[in-house]
């Protein structure tokens, strides 16, 4: 089933340069508004730089060069936004959960506040709201002053989340955020990205198979810094085209 | 889980104008931007000084500073006054220095990093070698006229002085020692152990030569440090002028940095001690670079061996 | 054959002496702590026998008046401080920037050109440093206060705070660069700039590292010497005006023993009381920077 979802991202032609090595090869790709999209594919096949890419985190490694055109909305990232303003629409959940060493409110309240949001009734709100979305607001709702890093790895993944929704983007990239958790927090937060999924475009890169055949809509295979294939996600571990994905999905691969 | 049930309405409000946070950007970009230029003034400002410092003590020891400076007796009259027993009186101080704390401090790293258990001796050790490079350095001072200058009877004697020093920047070459000890492969010692070598043939035939260069480029920025001190020797009470050249560790004398003190001081009679004291810094500064280029030079050639 | 064996029963022996022989050397660090230790307190303990608490705590400071000397310490406690706060006020603020530009605002190889350079601050002898408080800073100075003495307490506090700035530095830098990149990226990715990373996130974070940096800075300004001595002069009397000469704990030190005051006259005695309580406030100090460092260290 083909979706009428309009296209946030189109990536035409991108390549990707960390020095002399080329990460990245003529990539074209469309994500789509309120899809999850799952990026797979072998350890150092381009998936995560493709992912950071979408945000320009790489910008903050030295020596990376970008070819070719990524669009948000139809505007070019690299060319017409500042790196800021891009950040603030397209939040990222990272692999290890990173959460500032300060109170869970203070973490949450964070992005708001570099927005200018300084009333406290409307921060209040704001971190209600996001911890409720992270479906973490019950469990935390009564030491909201504690330190973030006093949590299990899965609460702080799902703090690192609500941070991210506080800033209100419109597009969460999110990098193996389940790797470092054990199965009853990957559940967890399984369940609350196809919650999401209804508020954001996701864009998530895994290492496991069967989780992107539970949560996502569509699946880019990468092998080797090439796109081999992307189609939705029941097609490609159903029927692939490639003969390369058909190998990697059933790990008949390397 | 527990399924948040989130009423739509609550969901999807947004709190934050995007087109306001959009103009934010524009303003915190900016007050980035400054921020940048500012911290990276810091750095300028530590060139600016350092230059600023050289500049005016080259400028006020032009016309003083020449072989016969160098070269001739101290003098109650400026003009005719040099430093050749003052150098001399430096360099003899460091004789007593250089091995004192090559011999202390090496050994007492070796102690440390191979011999010691990690018991209760080395923990002690360590943090007494911790808290010692934090006391003042003219508490060594104080320690110095005490035990070595009265106790001892050495007076204000080189020897006196030299030990005094020696006990300051000995945590500076043990802890240099420890590092560069400590990075010998174990792999190594095993080999040795392996071809029947005992502890302490080890210890001098693999483990010394490898934490050599290590020792080396801390000892001679330990002893950068003690050339350069004033404060314990002034406490030690030497004497304000001394013609006498020194010859032997025993005699009465005069370093550079006391020197330059001293003569700091008499520029409220007549300006141009400070030209003497220029000049004088020029040939302690000129020693300084010396000696840290040659650490500089021997941690380069030597780093990462293994 | 019998020879080698002499060789090794030789050879076992020195291996057994050895342990021995280094622990020795060893304990000669141990043995200057007790040194310093002893000779302050037996010192010092003639001194706090003979001059009563009052005294010692009071703004009269005149040792060397034949008839009745007195021994309030208050004027050397207010000359240390004033001088570490004004270098304080010089080496936190800078210091701390230019930590913050090396970790978060320059590459990597970039750091390793420009950290040297705020470290060579740190190698220049403070004789040096004096001669450059007296003969430059204070005669700049006077352009722009003309009340300003030619010893006086601003010009060697500024100075003295040029020569901390590699110890704030340094260390805050270390800190700061020790936060984990995850954390760093996490507040990238909600769209912080540079600054924002650094000030709101990294700062907070490496706050131990930072602050144990003020510490010990503080702490080598109180045990700083010949600058002090130079350029503040040797004034006892009691003043709160940074224009005015001051004389520090340590300055007193060096006036006393290059002058002088006969061993075992009070007034000698009192340099030892007086190298005690700068001993006990440099020691405290770099307790306590590690008991922050230990205490506040965040396991992440």
């Not at chain 1, 505007?75 to 692999?95: E, H, N, P, T």
Request: proline share 4%; with cysteine; charged share 20%.
């Amino acid at each position: 089933m083909e979706t009428k979802n309009s296209v946030k991202f189109k990536i035409e032609n991108m390549d990707f340069h960390y020095g002399d090595f080329q990460a990245l090869k003529n990539i074209n790709l469309e994500i789509k508004e309120n899809e999850i999209t799952a990026l797979i594919g072998p350890s150092g096949c381009g998936k995560s730089t493709f992912l950071r890419s979408l945000n320009r985190m790489n910008d903050l490694i030295e020596n990376t060069k970008v070819d070719g055109s990524i669009t948000l909305d139809g505007v070019d990232i690299y060319k017409d936004y500042d790196v800021i303003d891009l950040r603030l629409r397209v939040g990222m959940v990272f692999q290890k959960p990173n959460p500032f060493p300060m109170s869970i409110y203070d973490n949450i309240a964070y992005g708001p506040r570099l927005n200018g949001i300084r009333k406290k009734s409307v921060l209040d709100k704001i971190v209600e709201k996001s911890l409720r979305a992270a479906a973490i607001w019950d469990e935390v709702k009564d030491d909201l002053k504690k330190n973030a890093l006093a949590l299990s790895g899965g609460q702080q993944q799902r703090i690192c989340i609500a941070r991210t929704l506080a800033v209100e983007p419109e597009v969460i990239l999110m990098d193996e955020p389940t790797s470092a958790l054990d199965p009853i927090a990957t559940l967890k937060i399984e369940d609350l990205i196809n919650e999401l999924k209804k508020d954001y475009t996701i864009v998530i890169v895994t290492h496991n198979m069967q989780q992107a055949g539970r949560i996502s809509d569509k699946t880019a295979f990468f092998l080797m810094g090439e796109l081999i294939e992307f189609s939705e996600t029941d097609k490609l571990f159903s029927n692939p085209e490639n003969k390369k994905t058909e190998d990697y999905i059933t790990g008949r691969f390397g | 889980m527990t399924k948040t049930t989130v009423p739509e309405s609550h969901r999807t409000h947004k709190y934050i104008d995007p087109e306001k946070a959009h103009q934010r950007v524009k303003k915190r970009v900016m007050i980035n931007n400054i921020a940048h230029v500012l911290f990276f003034l810091t750095i300028v400002f530590a060139m600016a000084v350092l230059c600023v410092l050289i500049f005016n003590i080259i400028k006020d020891s032009i016309g003083w500073l020449d072989w016969k400076f160098i070269t001739g007796k101290l003098s109650i009259k400026p003009e005719k006054a040099g430093i050749k027993g003052v150098i001399m009186g430096s360099a003899l101080l460091m004789a007593v220095v250089a091995p004192v704390t090559l011999f202390v401090g090496v050994a007492t790293a070796i102690y440390m990093e191979e011999y010691s258990k990690k018991g209760a001796i080395h923990a002690l050790i360590n943090i007494n070698i911790a808290n010692l490079a934090g006391v003042p350095s003219v508490i060594f001072g104080l320690l110095g006229l005490t035990v070595f200058g009265r106790l001892f009877g050495l007076g204000s004697s080189i020897l006196a002085g030299g030990l005094t020093l020696s006990l300051l920047v000995l945590p500076n070459v043990v802890v240099a020692s420890q590092e560069a000890i400590k990075a010998v492969p174990n792999s190594l010692r095993e080999a040795s152990y392996g071809l029947g070598a005992t502890k302490w043939t080890t210890v001098r035939k693999v483990v010394l030569p490898g934490a050599l260069p290590g020792i080396m480029t801390g000892s001679i920025l330990a002893l950068s440090r003690a050339i350069g001190e004033t404060a314990p020797l002034v406490v030690l009470g030497i004497p304000t002028l001394i013609m006498k050249i020194p010859t032997g560790v025993m005699d009465d004398f005069t370093a550079l940095p006391i020197q330059i003190y001293y003569w700091t001081l008499d520029t409220v009679l007549t300006k141009e001690y400070a030209n003497l004291a220029a000049a004088t810094i020029v040939v302690l500064l000129g020693t300084l670079f010396v000696l840290n280029s040659a650490a500089i030079i021997i941690r380069n050639k030597f780093q990462r061996r293994y | 054959m019998e020879r080698i064996t002499k060789k090794v029963r030789l050879g076992s022996r020195l291996e057994k002496l050895v342990p021995g022989l280094l622990l020795a050397i060893a304990s000669i660090s141990i043995l200057t702590s007790i040194g310093i230790v002893f000779t302050l307190v037996v010192d010092a303990s003639h001194f706090f026998k003979e001059v009563p608490l009052s005294e010692i705590f009071s703004k009269e400071l005149a040792p060397l008046r034949s008839k009745d000397p007195s021994f309030g310490f208050l004027p050397l406690i207010m000359g240390t401080l004033t001088t570490s706060v004004i270098a304080m006020l010089v080496a936190a603020p800078i210091g701390l920037m230019a930590a913050m530009y090396l970790s978060e605002f320059v590459k990597p190889k970039m750091r390793r050109i420009l950290k040297p350079i705020i470290e060579l601050l740190a190698g220049i002898p403070t004789i040096v440093y004096g001669f450059f408080a007296y003969n430059f800073v204070t005669p700049l100075l006077m352009k722009w206060i003309p009340d300003l003495g030619a010893k006086n307490v601003l010009s060697p506090g500024i100075v003295m705070g040029i020569m901390i700035i590699p110890i704030v530095t340094s260390l805050s830098e270390d800190a700061m660069s020790a936060v984990p990149k995850v954390i760093r990226e996490g507040a990238y990715g909600l769209g912080s700039t540079r600054l924002e990373t650094t000030v709101k996130v990294i700062l907070p974070a490496a706050i131990s590292g930072v602050i144990a940096s003020f510490v010990l800075a503080i702490s080598r300004a109180i045990g700083e010497t010949m600058i002090v001595t130079i350029a503040s002069g040797s004034s006892k009397q009691f003043t709160t005006s940074i224009i005015e000469p001051m004389q520090t704990m340590t300055a007193y030190i060096v006036e006393f023993t290059s002058g002088d005051a006969g061993s075992g006259t009070i007034g000698y005695y009192s340099l030892y009381a007086v190298g005690l309580l700068l001993f006990v406030f440099t020691l405290c100090m770099n307790l306590l920077a590690k008991y922050i460092i230990k205490k506040y260290r965040r396991e992440y």
